[in-house]
């Protein structure tokens, strides 16, 4: 039988390399925050239980959202950092929510509102390992960077058949999560997503191979990629008469 899923959004960071006045994940795409649309993609996957949103500290904009009041929504203080924000989302779901540890959770990225229904669908399919992560090829050839006389140069070329590059949903059991997460940060260590934590304690993640339209926005130029795919999902959806295609 298939397990419900819950979903874990950090959204407590401030979006500092966007350089907007605002937490990037409250700027307008299409007219509508950026994290609208990231909750509303995901309050559209199969099997879903509920969604943690992590958010900062004296958040005032998240409430004026029409998805806060979502049923499935539930929302934490998060920390100074994604994995404390995690991490926050956790100690809720095992402590207040009293899910049995084995849940499956999915850690995505707030800044991430294009993420395809086929790729959710093949990281939840049952036959997955139970930690798991999208990714995508690296198609470009990658240069490892050095310095001469304080100048930017290659060093090497690395091969790039055996390079991906990590997205989110991130997939993982609860309690494993948690465990992986804290023992890293108590540790010192700097903990770029979940699977490297989850790599930290011994696990080898699943990749599952996602469409690059997943993107990240984080840069200003990814707003105008962003509201083009968002776009193409909106003409997509008018043309079907299928609002619940908007985000197929």
Not at 117 to 136: K, N, Y
Request: net charge negative; with cysteine; hydrophobic share 45%.
């Amino acid at each position: 039988m298939n397990r419900a899923f819950w979903v874990v959004v950090p959204a407590a960071g401030g979006g500092k390399r966007m350089g907007a006045g605002v937490p990037k994940q409250y700027l307008p795409l299409l007219g509508n925050p950026l994290l609208s649309h990231t909750l509303r993609n995901i309050f559209g996957w199969p099997q879903i239980a509920g969604v943690v949103v992590a958010l900062a500290e004296g958040d005032a904009e998240f409430s004026r959202l029409p998805e806060a009041r979502h049923p499935l929504l539930h929302t934490v203080v998060g920390g100074a950092e994604r994995a404390h924000s995690v991490l926050v989302a956790l100690d809720y779901l095992l402590a207040e929510a009293l899910l049995p540890h084995d849940t499956p959770v999915l850690v995505h990225d707030a800044a991430r509102p294009c993420v395809a229904a086929e790729d959710i669908a093949a990281l939840m399919q049952p036959t997955v390992s139970a930690i798991a992560l999208l990714a995508q090829p690296v198609i470009d050839t990658v240069k490892l960077a050095g310095s001469q006389e304080a100048v930017l140069v290659v060093d090497k070329t690395l091969p790039r058949e055996k390079l991906w590059l990590a997205q989110t949903p991130q997939r993982a059991p609860l309690l494993q999560l948690h465990r992986a997460l804290s023992d890293a940060l108590n540790s010192g260590a700097e903990v770029t997503d979940e699977a490297n934590a989850l790599e930290r304690a011994g696990f080898t993640p699943q990749i599952i191979p996602a469409r690059h339209n997943n993107l990240k926005v984080t840069h200003p130029e990814d707003l105008i990629l962003a509201e083009a795919l968002l776009r193409s999902h909106v003409d997509k959806a008018l043309s079907s008469n299928d609002y619940q295609d908007f985000y197929r």
